[in-house]
């Protein structure tokens, strides 16, 4: 296996003085190819500022981030957001397609930015929406499908590019159960097959059944880190107790 | 790709693109038509001044350069023509008079200019002839009587004119046709000065020393590029008189400079509607877009990219209502009846449609810092 990502004593502070916080404090990470990570813990626990600095969208205050052996934060903004568009690809929690473009081209979208669209490359939009059910859909707006939809969308068009990393933010956050099951589990089965690294925050236990480690923050630090299985075999204990 | 983003967005969002196009069409229509109202009113006032055929225009001394107040006198002419450089001078005689029209039509007033056959302040006929003697009863008439009333060289014209306390009639044959020749917002007709002198309206016991006064004197100068010395030449050598360009001379008609000031303020005024208009529009949309913009900066899209199609989207915007406003402008303009001060002229509409173009930009300047700044961080729903 190879390393993807690697994070190294990555810390971020806000403020000063007194009102100085940690939002994330020094984190050591890696991600290998063909490996889903899940990064869980309650609000305020740093996973989302963690997860903007790996995605290149932060600067650490100090440490350094590695993808494909490239470091982040050592590039200009220009070639940050240039980074971004080929080698990481993304999934958000909310407005997460373009209102205007259609499923399909939506995820052709990634394509257009990075000089990529052909008929080839056309032809594997149409095959990975298809794979995600949404053969139907391609012609829809985003304001035409579900919710779930639109994940799902989102989700190919992180795929499209063939970037080293997919990133994902609450991607199960407006779904029902069932849905977020369908969108998380497909995510999975894609990352795995294609030999990408995901990382995928959440605070949805439950989803951790489909990753392969589960990272806890909790404070802005790294808390403990176990297989998605041990988190689920937690979960289970954690209601057994409960009722 | 910016071209590409630019109008998938505006054919996604066409009403809402159209109604801002058609806000910039009826800003175009209200530019153009000031304009056009502008140069129609302008041209009213200073067409027969403008178009003279001499380099400068002589009134007496200390009237304010007001035609109706200037008396110049045969002997003054002469002087005038006398001093070295002037090519020739002619006098140029104003009064008001009404034309009647023997088949109903309604009366129309106009301005009754003499003038000497041959000598500078004739106007250059484009149908018919010259005048001939200087006291036949001969007309040239403006184009504008031309085109609104119908009448043509061969025609016999019969004007009223008060004299004393009677109303006199005379009948005039035209003999040739000129282009616009409007002063004081009425068509004129010219007549040879002798017949002027006989026909002019007049008071009952009006005194006259037997030399014909005109109002003013037009010359014609031998190197027209030195028609400021010439100017000062004429003023010392002849005396008691005072010399400008055409141009000088038709600003100071009355009310005209005033009239024009008004018309420009308005245009300017028009024109910073627009650049609000288009930049609040733009400026909400803006507002109203930053977690898009945040996800698509985040995805890997440049501000180059997203700069541009904003840019693009303005500018196409922009294009189409100007487009739209200046063809239903000239369509409309087009089905006024003539009489109506109206006039588009190429320059007037090509200068207002080049400003026109710059208000989306200018307007747009704002929002397209706004889309710029927009971080790519509020994906993630963060703020720096």
């Known amino acids: 296996m190879s390393t993807i990502l690697q994070a190294d004593a990555v810390t971020k502070i806000y403020g000063s003085g007194e009102s100085l916080v940690r939002a994330v404090d020094d984190v050591s990470l890696t991600v290998e190819r063909g490996e889903f990570v899940a990064l869980v813990g309650p609000s305020g626990s740093g996973k989302t500022t963690m997860l903007a600095m790996l995605a290149g969208l932060l600067k650490p205050s100090s440490g350094a981030i590695h993808i494909g052996g490239q470091d982040l934060t050592a590039m200009s903004d220009a070639r940050r957001t240039n980074f971004r568009g080929h080698a990481i690809g993304f999934s958000f929690q909310a407005n997460n397609l373009v209102p205007y473009l259609n499923a399909r081209e939506n995820v052709e979208l990634m394509l257009r930015l990075n000089g990529k669209l052909n008929r080839n490359t056309k032809k594997r939009v149409e095959e990975l929406l298809v794979r995600l059910g949404l053969g139907e859909r391609m012609r829809n707006y985003p304001g035409q499908l579900s919710g779930g939809q639109q994940q799902r969308v989102a989700i190919a068009r992180a795929l499209i590019h063939e970037p080293q990393i997919v990133l994902a933010d609450e991607p199960t956050a407006s779904l029902d159960t069932e849905r977020a099951h369908q969108v998380v589990e497909t995510f999975a089965e894609l990352i795995h097959e294609q030999g990408r690294a995901g990382i995928m925050v959440t605070h949805d236990l439950r989803m951790c059944t489909y990753v392969d480690r589960v990272i806890r923050m909790r404070d802005g630090q790294i808390g403990q880190v176990v297989s998605g299985r041990e988190a689920i075999d937690e979960l289970a204990t954690m209601y057994a107790m409960a009722s | ?57 002589i009134y007496q001394e200390n009237v304010k350069l007001s035609i109706a107040g200037s008396r110049i006198g045969r002997s003054t002419l002469n002087s005038i023509r006398r001093v070295d450089g002037v090519a020739d001078a002619g006098q140029l005689f104003f009064s008001d008079a009404t034309m009647v029209f023997a088949d109903g039509q309604d009366e129309l007033d106009i301005s009754l200019i003499g003038a000497e056959p041959g000598r500078p302040g004739e106007p250059a006929v484009v149908a018919g002839s ?45 003999v040739g046709v000129t282009d616009g020749r409007q002063y004081f917002i009425r068509p004129s007709l010219i007549v040879p000065y002798l017949t002027w002198e006989k026909i002019r309206p007049q008071g009952e016991n009006e005194t006259n020393s037997g030399e014909l006064i005109s109002n003013i004197v037009v010359a014609k100068l031998t190197n027209p590029a030195d028609w400021q010395r010439m100017a000062q030449k004429i003023e010392v050598e002849v005396g008691k008189v005072e010399a400008v360009d055409r141009v000088t001379a038709y600003e100071a008609t009355p009310g005209y400079s005033a009239q024009q000031s008004t018309l420009d303020t308005q245009r300017y005024f028009t024109f910073f509607i627009g650049i609000l208009v288009i930049g609040g529009f733009f400026q909400i949309q803006t507002l109203q877009k930053v977690a898009q913009i945040g996800m698509l900066k985040a995805i890997g899209a440049s501000n180059l990219v997203i700069g541009l ?74 703020a720096q």
Request: glycine letters at 12%; aromatic letters at 6%.
């Open chain 2, 130 to 174: 010259q005048l001939g003697r200087s006291s036949s009863n001969e007309v040239i008439v403006d184009g504008n009587v031309a085109a609104r009333r119908g009448v043509q060289v061969g025609d016999t014209v019969t004007i009223k004119v008060t004299q004393g306390t009677s109303e006199e009639l005379y009948q005039l044959a035209v």
């Open chain 2, 1 to 57: 790709m910016s071209i590409y983003l630019a109008f998938k967005e505006i054919w996604h969002s066409k009403g809402r693109f159209l109604l801002i196009a058609l806000i910039v069409a009826l800003i175009t229509t209200l530019v153009l038509f000031i304009a056009a109202l502008a140069e129609g009113l302008g041209n009213g006032n200073r067409e027969l001044i403008q178009k003279l055929n001499g380099e400068l225009v």
């Open chain 2, 309 to 382: 199609a904003a840019v693009t989207q303005i500018v196409a915007v922009n294009a189409f209502g100007v487009a739209i406003g200046a063809i239903g402008s000239l369509l409309l303009g087009a089905s006024f009846p003539p009489g109506i001060p109206i006039v588009f002229t190429g320059d007037a509409v090509a200068a207002a449609i080049g400003a026109l173009m710059l208000i989306g930009p200018l307007g747009g300047l704002v929002s397209i810092y706004a889309l710029l700044k927009i971080e790519p961080l509020t994906a993630l729903g963060l």
